[in-house]
């Protein structure tokens, strides 16, 4: 499986090790529109290049450091096959963000991270 659609479906939660012991080789994973308050670990999802979590209902209140960090340590993954990842994360309220959030333990980057349309309260 390399794309899954699991967008407008009243999500409330998703197993913490779903994607990164069940669906390694995914590419794309849209869970916009649901209503999740955390978020599942994406370590392991080195082919990942588009995530969206756009509009959580209000729900998704906090990012914690290295949230989106998908290799952990590199694990003998070269550079050159590390992916650049889009995010998409608007519309959702959040009341404490990590200021490591979007920090990596490798060299991984973001090609685009979107967070337009949020309310933000805290960055620790």
Known sequence: LNFLNLGNNNIKFLHPSLFSQKLKNLYLIR????????????????????????????????????QFDRFGEKNGIEEDNILQLSLCLEM????????????????????????????????Y
């Open 31 to 66: 869970l916009d529109n649901n209503f999740l308050n955390q978020l599942p670990s994406f370590n392991g999802l080195k082919y990942l290049v588009s995530l969206n979590l756009t509009n959580q209902n209000k729900q998704l209140k906090k990012l914690d450091a290295y």
């Open 92 to 123: 959702n309220d959040f009341e404490l963000i990590s200021y490591q959030a979007f920090c990596t333990l490798s060299t991984e980057s973001f090609d685009l991270i979107e967070l337009s349309m949020n309310t933000f309260l805290n960055f």
